[in-house]
């Protein structure tokens, strides 16, 4: 933990009033500590990460924290606050602010140690002693755990060691001699949140000391960033109530079948873990067994302080979104590699480069063809595993690891088939329903072992193969070649309309669901590229590059109309757009979004129309303007996002500017410190 804390990182007298000022104020010191190197982008990781879901927990804590390339040695940064700052807590503003930084790649035991701190978070002895500090170097020394003697709590010495197998398992035995006297009540539990730093194991904290306050036997698996250790198969097995206390996905879930199940974010299991476990006893009492334990509920369940179990009361179409997403997202890295690498095939020998002679018995070191053709090959390789990567994970993530096989499978047939992108999103939800259906089917003891590895796999191959190859493939190949055609022939208004559709998607959250289906819907043409499909994916990603530039824009040539601390955002802003990060608007949409949403909508959608209009075509998924010398009609295209952001900016400005008062008006100051006029 020394090398995590100094007193320089320690902010006794916070006067940030604002949490991205706050978040300013203690990643400054990090620079200064030279553990982050680019303020800016960190800041902006910061506030990608905050946007997925508040940090702020109840008790006045504020826990921003993230992974981020411009962090070089995991650090903790320390601020206490006179005034409280809002961190979206429902008891109100936070006192005590930890800015958490890992890097990209951070190894297991700092990662440990972070998740040793967000544990002690949970005990009230630790905070009230970090309120009552006056000497950073006592309170660097304290958050390090580095307490005095005559601490009472004994185990305080060994907390490295103790952090270390709790980072994985936590596990809570019943106090008292009532309780030891009868069998106690025994939960399983599962906690996780997005980046697996904090949130991962103050769940699991607070559900253990609610444990014991309950006398209820909790133990709890960790799925985070320090480690990823299952509970004992014994323990699940003797447990009679789950609970599930998650942001992502939980790993293995069928080893939790057949039992009671509470399924909810992972704030409910920090803000209330007591209501959690008393659910769980009364879903046991009245015998209530989950009856899709298997499946991926609570994973985008934003706050994660829903009313019980998700998997009892999630919509069906929230279910279906989930299991979409998690297809799309392990195809993409073979959309973005293979897509690139044709690209640049055709940048360096043409187009006709894509009917060259196999590479293996043609290829000579000193043609440039021959080079453009290995990369063509290559990333044509890439692209073959497209719709069976999509199929085969649109499957896990309904049925976990026995419905990999089928999913592959069905998306093989699907090509074989040509039934294309939509025959793999159908195979991979047969497979992970008929995986699904043959889980539910009682089998005796002797072959629940051989069941995930054999007997699962077989017959669902078996059967989505046949449903593929019999039934469905040749419908959905049909429907797949009308699309198709639908796409290559779009021209005039019909390429135009969709184009406005595909933009307003895009900028409308900014990251949030629609902006994923829409690039989900453009990604999935790259599975078999059409020179329609090549346009919507153009569309998509100049619409989706809007926001944060016209943002950027608009507070450099309006800077009155921002805050000191947007105008700040706004510089890292421009980076974020250029390289089509969405999410670099968030933070402004956040603060303002009745004007800031519409306004970038509009851009967005000038963006799509005119991409489409102008017939411009892109193989990558990503990249922005770095990828602009492998964009079909570049320069058009660069005007295209042009004429959205000005749009966007003009929008942005008209409507802040009507409102009559200035963020200065309301206590910023101007660059040199002092009070700036109003803007009219």
Partial sequence: ?????????????????TKDAAARSLAERMVAAHRVTDLDGFLADVAAREAQMPTGLDGGIGIPHCRSEHVNAPTLAFGRSGAGIDFGAADGPADLIFLIAAPAGADDDHLTI?????????DPEFTTALRAGTDPRAVAALIRGEEPPEEPEQERGEAGKQEQERAETATVAVGGTE???????????????PTGIAHTYMAAESLAAAGRAE????TVETQGSAGFKKLDPAVVAAAEAVIWAHDVEVREKARFRGKPLVDVGVKAGINRPAELIAEARRKAERGEIATAPDTDTAAGSGDGDGDGSGADHAHFGVRLRTYLMSGVSYMVPFVAAGGLLIALSFAI????????????????????DS??????????AAFGFLVPVLAGYIAYGMADRPALVPGFVGGAIALTVNAGFLGGLVAGLLAGAVVMAVQRVPVHATLRGIMPVLVIPLIASAVVGFLMFIVVGKPIASLQNALTDWLNGLSGSNAVILGVVLGLMMCFDMGGPLNKVAYAFAVGGLADPTPGSLKVMAAVMAAGMVPPLAMALATTVRKRLFTKTERENGRAAWVLGASFITEGAIPFAAADPLRVIPSVMAGGAVTGALSMAFGATLRAPHGGVFVVPLIGEPFLYLLAIAAGTLVA?????????????????AGDTGADGSRVPVAA
Avoid at 215 to 218: F, I, L
Avoid at 371 to 380: F, K
């Fill in 649 to 665: 900016t003009a929008l942005v400005v008209l409507l802040k500017g009507a409102r009559g008062t200035a963020p200065e008006a």
């Fill in 349 to 368: 020998g043409g187009y006709e480069i894509a009917n060259a002679k196999s590479v293996a018995d043609h290829f000579v070191w000193g043609e440039a």
């Fill in 1 to 17: 933990m020394s090398e995590l804390i100094t007193a320089e990182l320690v902010d006794l007298d916070l006067s940030a009033t």
């Fill in 114 to 122: 972070l998740s040793g701190l967000a544990r002690r978070l949970m």
């Fill in 215 to 218: 006398g209820v036997e909790v």
């Fill in 371 to 380: 080079w453009a053709a290995l990369l063509n090959q290559i990333g044509s």
């Fill in 179 to 193: 309780a030891a006297e009868s069998a106690p009540f025994r939960i399983v539990a599962v906690t996780s949140c």
